[in-house]
């Protein structure tokens, strides 16, 4: 009696790990298939370099983790960073200035090291030693950024900025510069996006501006405007 019983528990569980097996098949068929739809999605969309550039799609690969870990490794910490009291919000306005203005400038200098342009409270959360500030600590600190016109809010949440450690002009020189000692004659969205500089991973529309303001101080003139070509004017 005993035997049989043990029989049917390692038919059943036969049974479940053969039910286990099909369940486990057809997830993988249909990730593949999901995989394949996406290949096929972007192949008829016709996802190349001049599509990339109108989407606002980065060429590198490379992480925006990957980048802020490199710009700490980087980045001299001053030396109040070690004390427990710059981590806690200062409730006096003469000592909340100073807090405010010595983390605002770090940040700045951070996000410069990493050529990030717009950051997340995540991407803080992750990042020494920004990941001690409280969530409302770094947004206020964030918002004082904001309210300097060093950065803006994107999403009404508050919870993304774009932060301008560089002004517009300075990217309008940097920008030519570059294109002049390459000898980029057409310069257009993808080829600034794909110059691997600091400015190539600013928003789509930052670029926008700055090609903008290029063709105004006479630095290219437009070829293909409807199609964001231009010459560079070589002064």
Same mark, same amino acid.
Request: glycine share 4%.
């Given at each position: 009696?005993?035997?049989?019983?043990?029989?049917?528990?390692?038919?059943?569980?036969?049974?479940?790990?053969?039910?286990?097996?099909?369940?486990?098949?057809?997830?993988?068929?249909?990730?593949?298939?999901?995989?394949?739809?996406?290949?096929?999605?972007?192949?008829?969309?016709?996802?190349?370099? /001049?599509?990339?550039?109108?989407? %606002? #799609?980065?060429?590198?690969? +490379? @992480? =925006?983790?990957?980048?802020?870990?490199?710009?700490?490794?980087?980045?001299?910490?001053?030396?109040?960073?070690?004390?427990?009291?710059?981590?806690?919000?200062?409730?006096?306005?003469?000592?909340?200035?100073?807090?405010?203005?010595?983390?605002?400038?770090?940040?700045?200098?951070?996000?410069?090291? /990493?050529?990030?342009?717009?950051? %997340? #409270?995540?991407?803080?959360? +992750? @990042? =020494?030693?920004?990941?001690?500030?409280?969530?409302?600590?770094?947004?206020?600190?964030?918002?004082?950024?904001?309210?300097?016109?060093?950065?803006?809010?994107?999403?009404?949440?508050?919870?993304?900025?774009?932060?301008?450690?560089?002004?517009?002009?300075?990217?309008?020189?940097?920008?030519?510069?570059?294109?002049?000692?390459?000898?980029?004659?057409?310069?257009?969205?993808?080829?600034?996006?794909?110059?691997?500089?600091?400015?190539?991973?600013?928003?789509?529309?930052?670029?926008?501006?700055?090609?903008?303001?290029?063709?105004?101080?006479?630095?290219?003139?437009?070829?293909?405007?409807?199609?964001?070509?231009?010459?560079?004017?070589?002064?």
């Amino acid at each position: 009696m005993e035997k049989e019983k043990q029989k049917d528990k390692s038919k059943v569980a036969a049974q479940d790990r053969g039910v286990a097996s099909e369940r486990e098949e057809v997830n993988i068929d249909q990730e593949l298939k999901r995989l394949e739809e996406e290949v096929k999605e972007e192949k008829e969309s016709g996802l190349t370099s /001049t599509s990339a550039q109108k989407q %606002g #799609l980065r060429t590198d690969t +490379t @992480s =925006r983790t990957d980048a802020a870990s490199g710009g700490v490794a980087a980045l001299t910490l001053p030396d109040w960073v070690q004390y427990p009291w710059m981590y806690t919000e200062p409730t006096k306005p003469e000592f909340l200035d100073s807090w405010l203005r010595d983390w605002c400038d770090l940040i700045l200098k951070w996000c410069q090291l /990493t050529a990030l342009h717009v950051a %997340g #409270l995540k991407d803080f959360k +992750t @990042s =020494r030693p920004f990941d001690k500030l409280p969530e409302k600590e770094l947004r206020d600190i964030i918002q004082h950024i904001v309210d300097r016109g060093l950065g803006k809010w994107i999403d009404k949440d508050k919870t993304v900025a774009r932060i301008m450690w560089r002004s517009m002009e300075e990217w309008v020189n940097e920008v030519y510069n570059w294109a002049y000692k390459n000898g980029v004659e057409l310069l257009d969205l993808f080829a600034i996006r794909s110059a691997n500089k600091d400015f190539s991973s600013l928003p789509v529309s930052d670029i926008r501006l700055i090609m903008e303001l290029m063709a105004k101080n006479r630095m290219i003139k437009w070829v293909d405007k409807k199609h964001e070509q231009a010459r560079l004017i070589f002064q």
